[in-house]
């Protein structure tokens, strides 16, 4: 198969690329050219801007396409129309933040997605959501029966920058006392990058179309599985002092970011709840599986070890905040 990748050179489209041509596939992957850490030596590879530099792309065909990099509803039809009559198949990385609701869960591929209030907004910060669901809306126009849609949940594994799900391995490695937020039992949605772009890359292959979330098999893990089995696979000794809810948002603790995977149910982020809860049996029947949790926590942190020390990590308690809110919950223990 010819395949086009549009990204290629970070995480989940690093691995998508890795995936393919491994399988034998010849893959081409256009970027902007600016991760030098992201350079396959067996893909070809195209330089170029998607918002009004595609001049690499306006020669070649390929027989199918994977875009991990479309946010902009313009810049994905522009794309769109450009390849239309040179590629066969559309496989577009979408996101389930596209869902209207996701204070419940359970939400299905069927459900209503958002509508951007301000058609012409490109603010994808303010309208990550939105946009994407127009992206899609847009490719099912201008390539219908073509188009495979992949909304992720969180994807997590080695090459993670986003440090979402990195922090965890890391920081239980180091061992020492570790905060944990409460209730144990929240659930904890994940993919492994490598899981998500081997089973997108067949899906590829077997020219589906149609729309799949694609994240963990709900109640797989919560909390508590997570972080004990970082502390077993990692550092037994480290020990961890779990601090409830309350506790955590009287303190002005940051869920998501600052406190990774911790989605309050109440405050600001109880809209998102179902954000972990999303589901996933239409990709469960075709054919999307998952690794041992154990097998993403260390090549996780092996991954992560290898960074430079240097590089400033997006997500995670910082070690003088978290001994900080250590101290005041013991010390609220003992009043």
Known sequence: MRLL??????FLGYAIAEEAAARGHEVTIFSRGKSASGM???????????DGGMQALEQGTWDAVIDTSGYVPRIVKAGAELLEGRVGHYTFVSSVSVYRDLSRPGAAEEDA????EDASSEDVAAHY?????????VLAEQLPGRVLVIRPGLIVGPRDATDRFTYWPSRIARGGEVLAPGPKAAPVQII???DL??????MTEARRTGVFNAAGEPGRVTMEALLEQCRSALNPSAKLTWADEGFLAGQGAGAWMELPLWL????ETAAFTGLVQVNVDKALAAGLTFRPLEETIRD?????AGRPTDVPRKAGLAPQREAELLAKWHRLRRE
């Open 264 to 267: 309050p149910d109440s405050g």
């Open 300 to 304: 996780t942190a092996a991954w992560d």
């Open 40 to 50: 396959l030596s067996n893909v070809k590879h195209l330089i170029g801007d998607r």
């Open 197 to 202: 772009a081997s089973w997108m890359v067949s």
């Open 113 to 116: 997605v958002l509508e951007l």
């Open 5 to 10: 990748i549009l990204g290629g050179t970070v």
């Open 129 to 137: 959501g939105g946009l994407k669901a127009r992206c899609e809306a």
């Open 192 to 194: 492994d990058v490598r």
